[in-house]
């Protein structure tokens, strides 16, 4: 019989958490298996056309031949059932996804005692049947969280009431530290081999000393492994593993010296010298970085569903034109499903041949808000309850350098999970482009055992709201112009440049070597940021539940749209009230003057190497760094000084 516990949606589709990820509970840390693996999967439920997301934009886009070229549908995640722990069975039992403790190494604060899941739940199962309980108690008691079978045996043992015996039950804790690899993997420290380790004894005092294990043998037959806590030490030094049999023990110094090779020497010797199994504290931000596709839906010309792609692919091997193409898609009254050039495009072979960057999947969104008149497809208009806005008219903000200030009343955004990475984030058009293969050492792991040939994708559809902004072309083009002039501009935007060359995980033509393109973005990037930090403030929402898209490229397009999505029945009205020009002007002056208070200056307005793997360069969380959830570029592409600097700053005649 499974066991259940009820999570919350938007912790298996995020920034932080979906397939692969850990997530924390008040049962203890799970990890989220893949979506293959999940009863929702198995039962076929999601076969179902009520499962589908409707996003055929998105679609086509990843069903290019480098990224899903089988892809039929975006799954939309079961609210939300994960059967990992005991609790009431749901209603829909098969809506469910699928996750396992992780780690699987548990210590009992009490006695010290220290095993993996599976020795427990056996010795648990071993000492409540001594006393007589059905196996339902024994899951029950056990799976509601883990627990010391040995204190419960002693307590019990002593007292025999009943009534008590709740206050014996001892909850187990998890170890924090776990494995993982470049190529996806995560698992536990063999912390049997824990008590031979060998330390280099030059740095054995140190935390990052070199450790060796013995993968040949244990320290003893009998092994009794404890995990004892100092009182004293708050340190590594302070946790000793150690069995009670032999007494061979070791404390976690050196602990983070420790590399396991991802793969067998004889195997592949080059890749084994490279690639290794790192330990980190199982709540780093480097233990999983996932891969979000995400997409505005636009009420524009619709994309020719996959069924109707299958249907063309067999007329055209059955050597039909495409006038009866045409006409054997139109319905009974004469109306086709598609416009002729769509089909025509089929024919030719030319959708999802080639690689579509996300610059350009954007402009569609950036043309549309700024224009939408130019790319509006009437047969849709049924569709635009789902993409609901009004353009302010600007009387002051363009003094400041602004274009464009739209209110998005309601939109709605479909976010997919397309694979996962650990150690180091992959950047998504290296991802889709499959570029990374032989550049990278960083691979990820898909959300399914079906890797890129899979036909189906988890999903979730999101309503919101959002407050969309544009910068004045002309006027990006001459700062860009005038800061180019300025030595201490040069440097700073060429810091970023070489930093970001040297980085694997971003695509080498992600800024089309144009240095003006990356300073435009880094200005973009970071207005969105200081902005929804302001915000935070101003509207009540935490940054947590803000979120920005960014749209830029290196000929007009500068804009940027901060919104919140809060379920399907839309969000609070709070963030759009702040879109009326007047009060905008307020919340941009008041980020701005923050900007230029940073708790961390002079250090962080000066800093000349970079932040954050050196594509930051003034910016820390003191002034204008996000949570993760809340950044697309993971805290990346950053610089506070192109808006508020004296000299080069965009913002300077408004600020000086």
Known sequence: MPEYQEIQTRKVISSYGGVGSIIETPQGAIKILDFDKWPFFENDLHKLEDAHIKDNRLLARLQQKNGFPNLEAFIQVPSCTANYNYKTKPKEEKKTIRAEYFPKWFYCNKCERFSNIENWWKNWIHVLEKFGEPIEKIRRSFFSSPKCFYCYNEARSKNKNDKKRRKFLFELEQVRFILTSPRGGMKDIPWEKWPLAKKNESEEKTQTGKIKLDFKNLCCESQDLIYKKSNKLSDMAGVTIECVKCKNKNTLTGLWGLKLPVFQKEKNEEENKKAFWKPVIRTSNSVYYPILIQSIFLPTEREIDVSDVNRILKWLEKGKDLEFI???????????????????????????????????????????????????????????????????????????????????????????????????????????????????????????????????????????????????????????????????????????????????????????????????????????????????????????????????????????????????????????????????????????????????????????????????????????????????????????????????????????
């Not at 009254?333 to 030319?350: D, F, H, P, V, W």
């Not at 939408?372 to 849709?380: K, L, M, N």
């Not at 192109?642 to 080069?648: A, C, P, S």
Request: aromatic share 12%.
């Open 326 to 656: 045409y006409e054997a898609l139109t319905d009974d009254e004469g109306n086709s499903k598609y416009k002729i050039e769509k089909i025509e495009k089929i024919i030719k072979e030319e959708q999802g041949d080639e690689f579509e960057e996300e610059v350009f999947y954007r402009q569609k969104e950036f043309n549309f808000i700024t224009n939408p008149e130019r790319e509006f497809f009437p047969d849709e208009k049924k569709k635009t309850k789902d993409l609901v806005f009004k353009r302010e008219r600007l009387e002051i903000l363009g003094s400041f350098g602004f274009s464009n200030l739209t209110i998005l009343k309601r939109l709605k955004v479909t976010t997919v999970q397309t694979a996962y990475t650990r150690q180091e984030p992959l950047d998504k058009d290296l991802f889709l482009s499959g570029e990374f293969e032989d550049e990278v050492q960083i691979r990820p792991k898909y959300t399914s055992n079906f890797g890129r040939q899979t036909h189906y994708l988890p999903a979730v559809e999101s309503f919101g709201e959002g407050i969309f902004l544009s910068l004045d072309n002309e006027k990006v083009s001459n700062w860009l112009k005038k800061g180019f002039a300025e030595e201490k501009f040069c440097s700073r935007i060429d810091t970023v440049f070489q930093n970001m060359r040297e980085n694997n995980f971003i695509r080498n033509e992600r800024f089309q070597e144009d240095k003006n393109f990356l300073a435009k973005f880094i200005l973009v990037h970071t207005l969105s940021h200081i902005l929804i930090k302001e915000l935070e403030f101003i509207v009540g929402y935490p940054a947590t539940s803000l979120s920005e898209r960014l749209y830029v490229n290196s000929e007009e397009m500068q804009g940027l749209l901060i919104y919140t999505v809060a379920g399907s029945e839309g969000s609070f009205g709070g963030l759009i009230t702040q879109g009326k020009e007047s009060r905008f002007k307020k919340i941009l002056e008041s980020a701005l003057h923050r900007a230029r208070d940073c708790a961390s200056d002079p250090i962080c307005y000066n800093s000349i190497d970079g932040q954050g793997a050196g594509l930051n360069i003034a910016a820390c969380y003191s002034c204008a760094l996000l949570p993760e959830t809340s950044c697309e570029e993971f805290n990346g592409f950053l610089d506070r000084a192109l808006l508020i600097d004296e000299v080069f700053g965009f913002f300077k005649e408004v600020l000086y």
